[in-house]
Nanobody, 122 residues
Framework: QVQLVESGGGLVQAGGSLRLSCAAS????????MGWFRQAPGKEREFVAG????????YYADSVKGRFTISRDNAKNTVSLQMNSLKPEDTAVYYC???????????????WGQGTQVTVSS
Protein backbone atom coordinates (compact mmCIF):
# COMPACT_ATOMS: atom_id res chain seq x y z
CA GLN A 1 0.00 0.00 0.00
CA VAL A 2 1.27 3.45 -0.93
CA GLN A 3 -0.21 6.77 0.15
CA LEU A 4 0.65 9.89 -1.82
CA VAL A 5 0.36 13.54 -0.79
CA GLU A 6 1.07 16.33 -3.26
CA SER A 7 2.15 19.88 -2.47
CA GLY A 8 3.50 22.93 -4.25
CA GLY A 9 0.61 23.95 -6.46
CA GLY A 10 -0.52 27.53 -6.79
CA LEU A 11 -1.04 30.50 -9.07
CA VAL A 12 1.74 31.65 -11.39
CA GLN A 13 2.00 33.91 -14.40
CA ALA A 14 2.72 32.53 -17.83
CA GLY A 15 6.43 31.97 -18.29
CA GLY A 16 6.93 31.33 -14.60
CA SER A 17 7.92 28.20 -12.70
CA LEU A 18 6.52 25.93 -10.03
CA ARG A 19 7.84 22.84 -8.31
CA LEU A 20 5.44 20.13 -7.25
CA SER A 21 6.36 17.56 -4.65
CA CYS A 22 4.82 14.26 -3.73
CA ALA A 23 5.50 12.56 -0.40
CA ALA A 24 4.94 8.83 -0.35
CA SER A 25 4.41 6.53 2.58
CA UNK A 26 5.54 2.95 2.63
CA UNK A 27 8.84 1.19 3.02
CA UNK A 28 8.85 -0.05 -0.57
CA UNK A 29 8.71 3.36 -2.25
CA UNK A 30 11.98 2.73 -4.04
CA UNK A 31 10.44 -0.25 -5.84
CA UNK A 32 7.63 1.75 -7.42
CA UNK A 33 7.50 3.57 -10.68
CA MET A 34 6.23 7.10 -10.10
CA GLY A 35 4.62 9.73 -12.25
CA TRP A 36 2.44 12.76 -12.65
CA PHE A 37 -0.89 13.19 -14.39
CA ARG A 38 -3.09 16.24 -14.77
CA GLN A 39 -6.72 17.02 -15.42
CA ALA A 40 -7.97 20.32 -16.75
CA PRO A 41 -11.61 21.40 -16.38
CA GLY A 42 -13.82 19.55 -18.82
CA LYS A 43 -10.99 17.32 -20.01
CA GLU A 44 -9.84 13.80 -19.33
CA ARG A 45 -6.93 13.07 -17.05
CA GLU A 46 -3.69 12.93 -19.03
CA PHE A 47 -0.21 11.62 -18.46
CA VAL A 48 2.48 14.24 -17.85
CA ALA A 49 5.69 12.49 -16.80
CA GLY A 50 7.02 9.23 -15.40
CA UNK A 51 10.18 7.99 -13.72
CA UNK A 52 11.48 4.49 -13.12
CA UNK A 53 12.07 3.05 -9.66
CA UNK A 54 15.77 3.85 -9.83
CA UNK A 55 15.35 7.26 -11.40
CA UNK A 56 17.41 6.11 -14.35
CA UNK A 57 14.62 6.45 -16.89
CA UNK A 58 12.28 9.38 -17.35
CA TYR A 59 9.63 10.06 -19.96
CA TYR A 60 7.32 12.93 -20.78
CA ALA A 61 4.25 13.89 -22.69
CA ASP A 62 5.14 15.81 -25.83
CA SER A 63 3.28 18.84 -24.50
CA VAL A 64 5.69 19.26 -21.59
CA LYS A 65 8.93 17.89 -22.98
CA GLY A 66 11.76 20.36 -22.54
CA ARG A 67 9.83 22.38 -19.95
CA PHE A 68 9.11 19.90 -17.15
CA THR A 69 11.55 17.70 -15.26
CA ILE A 70 10.62 14.76 -13.04
CA SER A 71 12.95 13.52 -10.33
CA ARG A 72 12.85 11.35 -7.23
CA ASP A 73 14.68 10.94 -3.96
CA ASN A 74 14.29 7.40 -2.69
CA ALA A 75 15.96 8.24 0.61
CA LYS A 76 13.26 10.81 1.33
CA ASN A 77 10.36 8.96 -0.36
CA THR A 78 9.61 11.93 -2.58
CA VAL A 79 9.07 12.60 -6.25
CA SER A 80 9.10 16.09 -7.74
CA LEU A 81 8.00 17.82 -10.90
CA GLN A 82 9.86 20.99 -11.82
CA MET A 83 7.72 23.01 -14.21
CA ASN A 84 9.31 25.85 -16.16
CA SER A 85 8.04 28.14 -18.91
CA LEU A 86 4.49 27.52 -17.78
CA LYS A 87 1.62 28.21 -20.15
CA PRO A 88 -2.07 28.88 -19.47
CA GLU A 89 -2.84 25.49 -21.00
CA ASP A 90 -0.85 23.86 -18.19
CA THR A 91 -3.62 24.88 -15.80
CA ALA A 92 -4.98 21.72 -14.21
CA VAL A 93 -5.14 19.62 -11.09
CA TYR A 94 -1.90 17.67 -10.93
CA TYR A 95 -1.89 14.15 -9.49
CA CYS A 96 0.99 12.09 -8.24
CA UNK A 97 0.78 8.41 -9.13
CA UNK A 98 2.59 5.20 -8.23
CA UNK A 99 2.69 1.73 -9.68
CA UNK A 100 4.63 -1.43 -8.79
CA UNK A 101 5.76 -1.55 -12.41
CA UNK A 102 5.95 1.63 -14.47
CA UNK A 103 3.67 4.66 -14.61
CA UNK A 104 2.64 5.14 -18.21
CA UNK A 105 -0.08 6.82 -20.20
CA UNK A 106 -1.46 3.44 -21.30
CA UNK A 107 -1.97 1.64 -17.98
CA UNK A 108 -3.71 3.37 -15.07
CA UNK A 109 -1.43 3.42 -12.02
CA UNK A 110 -2.45 1.54 -8.90
CA UNK A 111 -2.15 4.50 -6.53
CA TRP A 112 -3.14 8.15 -6.77
CA GLY A 113 -2.72 11.26 -4.67
CA GLN A 114 -5.57 13.68 -4.10
CA GLY A 115 -4.16 16.32 -6.42
CA THR A 116 -2.88 19.88 -6.24
CA GLN A 117 -4.18 22.80 -8.28
CA VAL A 118 -1.88 24.62 -10.69
CA THR A 119 -3.22 27.79 -12.29
CA VAL A 120 -1.25 29.68 -14.92
CA SER A 121 -2.51 33.16 -15.73
CA SER A 122 -1.93 34.82 -19.08
Amino acid sequence: QVQLVESGGGLVQAGGSLRLSCAASGRTFSRYGMGWFRQAPGKEREFVAGISWSGGSTYYADSVKGRFTISRDNAKNTVSLQMNSLKPEDTAVYYCAADPMVVTAEDPPDYWGQGTQVTVSS
